[in-house]
């Protein structure tokens, strides 16, 4: 099985912008800017640009839940280390749910 390299990635996310943000700060503290329709991520040798666009909202009966559409730009870095990063900010922006 051959890995592949981390260019881009498309993710339809719950979440308001300023959640969104809020989200990426606490994982990656000090080394996120930009917003709100565009951030850029910095740790080490990896850099990502990811961009954020609104999607329509997902509606359950009379639940309204808010959707964005983030696309990352994986711009630097070995494919390991934009891995290991992506991990770490998975595990911090987990919800709860289900």
């Known amino acids: 099985m051959q890995a592949t390299s981390l260019t881009t990635l498309e993710r339809i996310v719950s979440a308001t912008r300023k959640e969104y ?3 990426l700060k606490q994982a990656l503290p000090g080394g996120v800017s930009g917003g709100p329709d565009f951030f ?3 740790e080490g040798e990896v850099e990502i640009r990811i ?4 999607h329509p909202d997902l509606v359950i009966a009379l639940m309204r839940l808010p959707r964005l559409k983030a696309t990352w730009h994986f711009v630097s870095g070995s494919d390991e280390a934009k891995a290991d990063l992506l991990k770490r900010i998975d595990w911090s922006m987990k919800r709860g749910g289900g």
Not at 51 to 54: C, K, N, V
Request: proline share 0%.
């Open 40 to 42: 850029f991520l910095t």
């Open 21 to 23: 943000e809020q989200g």
């Open 51 to 54: 961009d954020i666009e609104s």
